[in-house]
């Protein structure tokens, strides 16, 4: 088992930034990618921005400019700066990580416990 434990969430007003990190322990094994994704109230959950083990990154739209995902594999650690802030980016924004395990080998996704950011004045 992979444990994903994420910090950084808060309460910010429009404009203002915040930084969440993302912190993997337990077994290990090899890596495809780590994300973010975010659920927002009645919405669901959408894939915010990826960080593939060659280095790929995907935002998606809304996030592009504003948003930057960051990854040091010497810490384990996957970063997601958001600046700019605005309400609708308000949210429970969960840590993924994915990776291929086993015999034969098989790809498997983990989730951290989700942190809470609310955009607000």
């Known amino acids: 088992q992979v444990q994903l434990v994420e910090s950084g969430g808060g309460l910010v007003q429009p404009g203002g930034s915040l930084r969440l990190s993302c912190t993997a322990s337990g077994s290990t094994f090899t890596m495809y990618a780590v994300g973010w994704y975010r659920q927002a109230p009645g919405k669901q959950r959408e894939q915010v921005a990826i960080i593939s083990s060659g280095g790929t990154i995907y935002y998606v739209d809304d996030v592009k400019g504003r948003f930057t995902i960051s990854r040091d594999s010497t810490k384990n650690t996957v970063d997601l700066q958001m600046n700019s802030l605005q309400p609708e980016d308000t949210a429970v924004y969960y840590c993924?990580?994915?990776?291929?395990?086993?015999?034969?080998?098989?790809?498997?996704?983990?989730w951290g416990q989700g942190s809470q950011v609310t955009v607000s004045s």
């Open positions: 993924s990580y994915t990776g291929w395990s086993g015999d034969p080998p098989a790809p498997k996704t983990y």
